[in-house]
Nanobody, 121 residues
Framework: QVQVVESGGGLVQPGGSLRLSCAASGIITSIYAMAWFRQAPGKQRELVAI???????NYADSMKGRFTISKDNAKNTVYLQMNSLNPEDTAVYYCRTTARTSSRSPITDYWGQGTQVTVSS
């Protein structure tokens, strides 16, 4: 089983910054990608950023230039540096890890419980 745990959320003023962390643990043989999603009240969950095992990254258009995704392979951890935050960034941020637990297991998405980010003065 794979556990995914996010941390680093909180309350920040407009224009401020936050750094989210997400650690995957358990029986993991391969991680193919790690991604951040977010879901604001009354809205669908949307992709924020994704990083693959080859360090390829992709961002949602509204996050380009403000958010940076990075990872530490040794720690199975992904980070999301968020700058120039505005109230529209308020949401629960979820981490998704795409991984295998053995050479015979299917590639599976594992989700964390989410961390709240609130941007308000």
């Amino acid at each position: 089983q794979v556990q995914v745990v996010e941390s680093g959320g909180g309350l920040v003023q407009p224009g401020g910054s936050l750094r989210l962390s997400c650690a995957a643990s358990g029986i993991i043989t391969s991680i193919y990608a790690m991604a951040w999603f977010r879901q604001a009240p009354g809205k669908q969950r949307e992709l924020v950023a994704i990083i693959t095992t080859g360090d390829s990254t992709n961002y949602a258009d509204s996050m380009k230039g403000r958010f940076t995704i990075s990872k530490d392979n040794a720690k199975n951890t992904v980070y999301l540096q968020m700058n120039s935050l505005n109230p529209e960034d308020t949401a629960v941020y979820y981490c998704r890890t795409t991984a295998r637990t053995s050479s015979r297991s299917p590639i599976t998405d594992y989700w964390g419980q989410g961390t709240q980010v609130t941007v308000s003065s």
